[in-house]
C-alpha cells in the first residue's frame, strides 16, 4: 500500500495497526501481511513509477493494481494518465 498527498503518513499508520489488530499483534502470515509506504515529499508521477518500476513482490504475484482517490475534487482522468505514463 502505497500512500501518497496531504497526511498520508495516517493512511500508512491505519493500515499497519489494522494489520497488527487482525492478528492480535502476534506474527503476521507471509501471505496476509501488507507492505506500506508513504510518499509525502515525492510528485504523484513519482510515486506511480515506484510502484510499477521499483517495487518488487517476490513471494505474491500482483495481477491487479488498485488506485483509491480521496479529494475534495475529481480528478480520476488525470490519475489514470499519470499511472499509464509511469
Known sequence: M???GE???LWDDVVDWTLLEEFEFGDIPEDRFVMTSWHEN???DEVF???KQLV???SVPLAQ???LH???QPAEQRIMDAY???
Open 42 to 44: 515525492q510528485t504523484l
Open 56 to 58: 518488487l513482490f517476490d
Open 65 to 67: 493494481t488498485v488506485l
Open 84 to 86: 499509464v505514463q509511469a
Open 70 to 72: 480521496i479529494a475534495r
Open 2 to 4: 502505497l500512500a501518497w
Open 49 to 51: 513509477a515506484y510502484c
Open 7 to 9: 497526511r498520508c503518513d
